[in-house]
């Protein structure tokens, strides 16, 4: 199985900050990776797809990057509403395998 | 709008069975893959489960395998998750999410699930 391993697990930030989540793969998985959020008691979103995709209806302060085993999640300028958790997956082998989370909380 | 509603939770058991089921609308639901993923209370995401857009392929995660099964009816736009030897560990909101590109053939690589439901909590106790 691939395993994905998000630095940092836990993450303090102030509204405005500029912060980067870091993603890494046990082996390679081109650009199939995703990024999700998830607010406290609901169910994930999808943020970016095929590594660096936005998709629809996200905020362009959310961007992706990276190919094969490193990838980056960066927020550029926090809101209120971004303070959630996040995790990647890998869509290239099965089982699809997620990230452990990264908790972004409110400094 | 797409909606994704995931119902037939509850608490069961040790070495019970339960189906859970997602009813789907908004989409053409025989066109996507639909999958499983599944939440321990206060923990990470873990995939369950995949089946095809048609219904003639699936994939497990080896937790799962030979005891949950994945199965769609086209005709009612809903997605089935039969378990059975339901361990404590099996405890976990249960998530459908649909595959974000239509009509794919599942054995190869994918981009991300684009829609999901709210979840149904399934407990396993005794």
């Known amino acids: 199985d691939i395993q994905l391993t998000q630095s940092p697990s836990f993450l303090s930030a102030s509204v405005g900050d500029r912060v980067t989540i870091t993603c890494r793969a046990s082996?390679?998985?081109?650009?199939?990776l995703a990024w999700y959020q998830q607010e406290s008691g609901k169910a994930p979103k999808l943020l970016i797809y095929?590594?660096?995709t936005l998709q629809s209806g996200v905020p362009s302060r959310f961007s992706g990057g990276g190919s094969g085993t490193e990838f980056t999640l960066t927020i550029s300028s926090l809101q209120p509403e971004d303070f959630a958790t996040y995790y990647c997956q890998q869509l290239y082998s099965y089982p699809r395998t997620f990230g452990q989370g990264t908790k972004l909380e409110i400094k | 709008q797409i909606q994704l509603v995931e119902s037939g939770g509850g608490v069961v058991q040790p070495g019970g069975s339960l189906r859970l089921s997602c009813t789907a609308s908004g989409f053409p639901f025989s066109s996507y893959g639909m999958h499983w993923v599944r939440q321990a209370p206060g923990k990470g995401l873990e995939w369950v489960a995949i089946?095809?857009?048609?219904?003639?392929?699936?994939y497990y995660a080896d937790s799962v395998k030979g005891r949950f099964t994945v199965s769609r009816d086209s005709s009612k736009s809903t997605l089935y998750l039969q378990m059975s030897s339901l361990r404590t560990n099996d405890t976990a909101l249960y998530y459908c999410?649909?595959?974000?590109?239509?009509?794919?053939?599942?054995?190869?690589?994918?981009?991300?699930?684009?829609?999901w439901g709210p979840g149904t909590l399934v407990s396993v106790s005794s």
């Open positions: 089946i095809s857009y048609d219904g003639s392929k699936e």
């Open positions: 999410a649909r595959d974000i590109v239509s009509s794919r053939r599942i054995e190869g690589p994918e981009w991300g699930f684009d829609d």
């Open positions: 095929a590594a660096s």
């Open positions: 082996q390679g998985i081109s650009s199939y």
